[in-house]
C-alpha cells in the first residue's frame, strides 16, 4: 500500500510538472522521479520530505535567476570590459553575498531534513544530486554534439 501510495504521488508530480513549464519541467519532474527512487522513501518520509526539498529548491531558483539576471545586464551593457571598477565591484560582492545565500540555504535544508530522515538518507540525496546533475550535463553534451 505505501508503495502505491508513493507511486501515486510520484506519477501526480510528474504530470504536473510537464504541464508547468516546458522543458524545465521535464527535467524538474526527472529529478524528482531520480530523487524518490535513490532514496527509497516511506510515504511518512515523503511526506515531510518533499514540502521541505521543494521549498528550498524554489528559494534556489529564485537566488540562481537572480544571478542570471546580473550576468545578462552586465552582458547587455557591453560586457565585462566596459564595466567601471566601481560596478565590477558591486557585482562582485552581489556575487559573494548570492553564494552566502547558498550556502545558507542549502545548510538550512540539511538541518531540517535532519528532523525527518534518517542522516544515511540526507546523504544519499547529496550523491543523488550529483549524479542527476551530471546525467543531465551529460545528456545535453551529447544532444549539442549530436550524439
Same mark, same amino acid.
Given at each position: 500500500?505505501?508503495?502505491?501510495?508513493? /507511486?501515486?504521488?510520484?506519477?501526480? !508530480?510528474?504530470?504536473?510538472?510537464?504541464?508547468?513549464?516546458? @522543458?524545465?519541467?521535464?527535467?524538474?519532474?526527472?529529478?524528482? =522521479?531520480?530523487?524518490?527512487?535513490? /532514496?527509497?522513501?516511506?510515504? #511518512? &518520509? =515523503?511526506?515531510?520530505?518533499? @514540502?521541505?526539498?521543494? &521549498?528550498?529548491?524554489? !528559494?534556489?531558483?529564485?537566488?540562481? *535567476?537572480? &544571478?542570471?539576471?546580473?550576468?545578462?545586464?552586465?552582458?547587455?551593457?557591453?560586457?565585462?570590459?566596459?564595466?567601471?571598477?566601481? &560596478?565590477?565591484?558591486?557585482?562582485?560582492?552581489?556575487?559573494?553575498? =548570492?553564494?552566502?545565500?547558498?550556502?545558507?540555504?542549502? #545548510? #538550512?535544508?540539511? !538541518?531540517?531534513?535532519?528532523?525527518?530522515? @534518517?542522516?544515511?538518507?540526507?546523504?544519499?540525496?547529496?550523491?543523488?544530486?550529483?549524479?542527476?546533475?551530471? *546525467?543531465?550535463?551529460?545528456?545535453?553534451?551529447?544532444?549539442?554534439?549530436?550524439?
Amino acid at each position: 500500500m505505501k508503495k502505491i501510495l508513493l /507511486l501515486f504521488i510520484i506519477v501526480f !508530480t510528474i504530470n504536473f510538472s510537464f504541464g508547468q513549464r516546458g @522543458p524545465r519541467g521535464k527535467v524538474k519532474a526527472l529529478k524528482i =522521479a531520480y530523487i524518490t527512487e535513490q /532514496l527509497d522513501l516511506s510515504s #511518512k &518520509e =515523503a511526506q515531510q520530505f518533499w @514540502p521541505i526539498y521543494n &521549498e528550498h529548491e524554489d !528559494t534556489m531558483e529564485t537566488l540562481k *535567476r537572480t &544571478e542570471r539576471k546580473s550576468l545578462r545586464a552586465i552582458k547587455d551593457s557591453d560586457g565585462f570590459e566596459n564595466l567601471s571598477e566601481k &560596478e565590477a565591484e558591486d557585482f562582485l560582492n552581489n556575487y559573494i553575498k =548570492a553564494e552566502e545565500k547558498k550556502h545558507l540555504m542549502r #545548510k #538550512k535544508l540539511i !538541518t531540517d531534513l535532519r528532523q525527518v530522515i @534518517p542522516h544515511k538518507k540526507i546523504l544519499k540525496l547529496v550523491k543523488a544530486e550529483m549524479d542527476f546533475n551530471k *546525467r543531465l550535463l551529460k545528456q545535453l553534451r551529447n544532444r549539442r554534439q549530436g550524439k
